[in-house]
């Protein structure tokens, strides 16, 4: 019902600058929170950022605040992971997600997303 994709991920130098983009179709989309997670080589998933179905609420993990932002453009179905002063723990597969139920808050504590995307690696180099 829902497909995401991801895209923008790349090489960059530490202290550079990315912007991820995640495209929905297949659902009504505006409805629901929507959230980024990533995971580096031997590490598990983890929790970026999450944001309201209307765009109002935010949440990041302590790692990225101040550097990330989560936005959304409703019109075009997208969401969006702006990302300055990478670092190269940054370096990871970055996955988008949509719960049916979650809040942006909620999804921050769990990582059992309706749907997920299938990623887009971030290299950060030193």
């Known amino acids: 019902q829902v497909q995401l994709v991801e895209s923008g991920g790349g090489l960059v130098q530490a202290g550079g600058s990315l912007r991820l983009s995640c495209a929905a179709s297949g659902r009504t989309f505006n409805n629901y929170a929507m959230g980024w997670f990533r995971q580096a080589p031997g590490k598990e998933r983890e929790f970026v950022a999450a944001?309201?179905?209307?765009?109002?609420?935010?949440y990041y993990t302590a790692s990225v605040k101040g550097r990330f932002t989560i936005s959304r453009d409703n019109a075009k179905n997208t969401v969006y992971l702006q990302m300055n002063s990478l670092k190269p723990d940054d370096t990871a597969v970055y996955y988008c997600a949509l719960d049916l139920r979650l809040s942006a808050q909620a999804m921050a504590a769990s990582y059992g997303m309706d749907y997920w995307g299938k990623g887009t690696l971030v290299t950060v180099s030193s």
């Open positions: 944001i309201s179905g209307s765009g109002t609420t935010t």
